[in-house]
């Protein structure tokens, strides 16, 4: 239950870094190891601590504000997020007693600790993403609960430790399945032991801060562009390729009669409803993301034609939207001044992310919808798909009502 070496990059991160709150250099895979049943966790039995806890210590701040200096488009504030998200985890704490049987510590919204016990079943191990040789072992809660929703999912790699350095380990926790956190890249989540002193942390992470532009993306749009352009989810609903007039087809025809109206739902009826509460679609329809050249450019598109254009730069997280925050250079950027994207997650063909945008925090709290974009260099076919299973849970839902 060990994983193979990552690679060049990783290996450079792992020397310049004197800790590690990012991802490991690990020893060759061990995949045909036996592992007792219901005692796959074994090899992380002891009480743990997430790096997590020191994200407010405030003798962090000057370190990031020497080291935003140099970064042409992080503020101080936007660096500090970027590091955060890297090791940002719903578990505080972990306790693990050799078996399957978790002991998980959680803040609630006004920072208490709560504690919830999760058994899980082992599903065996699978690919990183980004780095394909490097493993993590992945587990199903046993009890599909609400209260443990966060941590339905749970991937991790073993404990290990790097020459006399802490020992340590990763994991990755989420609600919608092993595919959206294999390929959650930078994020590395970092577990000591509970023994490690508070200060001990803030003074290894306080000396890394200033490698971060060795590690973080020049331009922090990288992660999207690589995928090219992308196009609003609900403009996909309006494509006309004959695949997806067949799958509108396909659709009215099982639902044939039961439309709440009287008789059968019309291809615009099931459009509309779909784009319906998501103000979205009327402000663009495909987005493209410019790192070329050292730019980190927004471009947004209606139909063929450019609408609107801006250099970003990240800053401090959007309290009501978390996620990676960033800022118009351009002072007449209206609605597109203020943007939060969600990472680009899902399982291929259909990886998405979603964002959230305003004049400032207020519009984007306020925000209608939860925008999707997809590749635009999705097929006929792959959109076809994705079309008729949307439109046949919309129509499900809807006639469902009815009754």
Known sequence: MVNKRMGAKIALILVTLAVIFTACKTMPAAKDNKLAAGMELAAWKGEWVSAD?????????????KTAADMRFYTPEGLEAAALDMYKTPAVKAKFDGTNTVLFTYLDKDGKEIQISVKYKYLGQKADGEYPDSMWETFEAVEDKL???????????????????????????GRYGIDNLVTGAGRWPTYYSSSTPEAELVKMFESSIPNMPKWNPVSPFESYAKYGKWINSLSIFENTSKEVEAAYAKVIKEFAGKNPKGGDFTKAEIIAELQKGNKSVKDYSHMEFIVKDGKNELVFYKGNKEIFRSSYVRVGASPSKPYMTMKAERKDAGMFSLI???VVHGKAPMLHFHLWYGNNEKEIE?????????????????????????ARTLLERLTKAKK
């Open 366 to 390: 306020e925000f209608e919808g939860t925008p999707t974009c997809y590749r635009t260099a999705l097929t006929d076919a792959e959109i076809a798909a994705a079309v008729e299973k949307s």
């Open 147 to 173: 209260d443990n929703a966060n941590f339905k999912y749970f991937i991790s790699m073993p404990p290990h430790a790097h020459g006399d350095g802490p020992k340590h380990w990763h994991a990755r926790f």
């Open 340 to 342: 939060s994207f969600v």
């Open 53 to 65: 806890i020191i994200k407010n210590n405030p003798s962090l701040k000057a370190a990031y504000k």
